[in-house]
């Protein structure tokens, strides 16, 4: 080999190392919009109708923007296999219309067609789809004639259409649809982001649920804290992923009128696998007090000092993954009238144990962070009612100025880059 053939070569090996460790970190930087995080989330609490040869179309809030979009359903409440023919996802317009344009058809492990075993749940293709914060969503999913029980979200403070006939998933508006209150089937919106972004996880009770708030209007608190955190340009890679069910419990699963298994049950599905879960926020354990009374069975009366236990292992569960739980205080609930006779909701004994455990929330310094509802909605002058301002009108679940007030009252510093644990909140 003579020497300008070696310098050649030479040359030719420094460029090929060169661009090869460019492209390497080319690679590294692209692989952070890789980063999956909830936008947008509602818990499978319940079975629903079935849909026989019907379009549904649901709208959903975003709470972050990202470069990629894909969706989760379930078939948690199912009774067999259910399918899905086609789904697709686009801008929402108004009422059951989509901005003309926007409309992509979605697949699932690069098929159109969905079929999800009983218990089951499905992740779609991504797709590539520049969604932006608090934006509209349309999900719109067709499902044929064929199809069991549906698997909801029962309070879902969000309109559904749904249009008997033939697969309309991609059509502009839904003429003459029914409308309904409840998600089906659709459980997550997820959004590709930085290595930054993180997610909040809202779990709790109807209060967390937006019980009380206006429909269509992206008035419960949790939505609330989303438009706060993206008012803060240090806060906008800040997601919140809401897994409220109303009336959910901290330690007993499911039975008339309460739904959905209970927090410890739950809280690993719902809050701790969330993808790209960095906090959550414990809103819950006004059910726990009031199913005693409510139900009148022995299983149903615990006490404040298991409740607090129950929360206590909440909070170790959040610490051994390193997410930090902010927990709010149980609020006022004294006058509210559903359940009647010799065992009523509210009661004096379940107003002891409500301060019982507020005060532990208060003192203990358990949670990273406090957030006091109660001291938000409590009328000053009667504590064990919420304030009238705040009242939707059961006396339980705060109307929009409400849940606006219980928004404001968190503190977003914890959810800072500079934020520390054991950080108060007003």
């Not at 934006?135 to 698997?151: C, H, K, R, V």
């Not at 009380?212 to 240090?234: E, I």
């Not at 004294?334 to 532990?360: C, D, I, L, M």
Request: aromatic letters at 6%.
């Amino acid at each position: 080999m003579n020497r300008s053939t070696f310098i050649h070569r030479a040359v030719v090996m420094m460029f090929g190392l060169m661009f090869g460790l460019i492209g390497a970190i080319t690679l590294c930087w692209s692989s952070t919009d890789n980063h999956w995080v909830v936008t947008w989330s509602a818990v499978a609490d319940q079975a629903g109708p079935a849909l026989r040869g019907a379009t549904i179309r649901q709208v959903v809030h975003t709470s972050i923007g990202g470069s990629n979009v894909r969706i989760r359903l379930s078939n948690l409440f199912g009774t067999g296999p259910i399918t899905i023919e086609s789904a697709h996802l686009a801008l929402h317009a108004t009422g059951s219309a989509i901005q003309a344009g926007s409309d992509h058809p979605l697949t699932f492990q690069g098929v159109s067609t969905l079929k999800i075993a009983k218990g089951e749940s499905a992740l779609s293709d991504p797709i590539s789809m520049p969604v932006t914060a608090l934006q509209e969503l349309a999900i719109s999913l067709y499902l044929p004639a064929n199809n069991g029980p549906s698997t909801i979200h029962g309070v879902g403070m969000e309109t559904a259409y749904i249009k008997r006939g033939s697969d309309m998933t991609a059509a502009i508006s839904l003429a003459s649809a029914k409308t309904d209150e409840s998600h089906y089937f659709l459980t997550n919106v997820e959004v590709t982001g930085t290595d930054t972004a993180g997610v909040i996880v809202a779990i709790g009770d109807s209060i967390a649920d937006g019980v009380g708030s206006t429909m269509d209007a992206g008035n419960r608190w949790s939505d609330v804290l989303a438009s706060r955190l993206q008012k803060d340009p240090a806060l906008k890679s800040v997601a919140v992923a809401n897994t409220g069910i109303a009336g959910n419990r901290i330690l007993q699963d499911a039975a008339d009128p309460f739904r959905g298994q209970s927090a410890l049950n739950r809280f690993d599905p719902d809050a701790l696998s969330m993808p790209g879960v960095r906090w959550i926020i414990l809103d819950m354990g006004l059910n726990d007090i009031g199913a005693a009374s409510l139900l009148g069975t022995a299983k149903a009366k615990v006490s404040s000092q298991q409740i607090i236990e129950g929360m206590q292992t909440l909070i170790t569960r959040a610490h051994e993954k390193n997410i930090k739980i902010i927990g709010t205080t149980v609020t006022p609930f004294s006058g509210v009238h559903f359940g009647s006779g010799k065992h009523p909701y509210y009661s004096s004994a379940g107003e002891a144990k409500r301060q019982e455990v507020n005060t532990w929330i208060r003192s203990a310094h358990a949670f990273d962070a406090v957030a006091d509802f109660d001291q938000v909605l409590r009328d000053p002058d009667h504590p064990e009612k919420i304030r009238p301002a705040y009242d939707s009108g059961d006396h339980l679940h705060p109307n929009d100025a409400g849940h606006k007030a219980l928004a404001e009252a968190i503190d977003l510093h914890i959810f800072s880059a500079s934020g520390s644990i054991k950080v108060a909140i007003r």
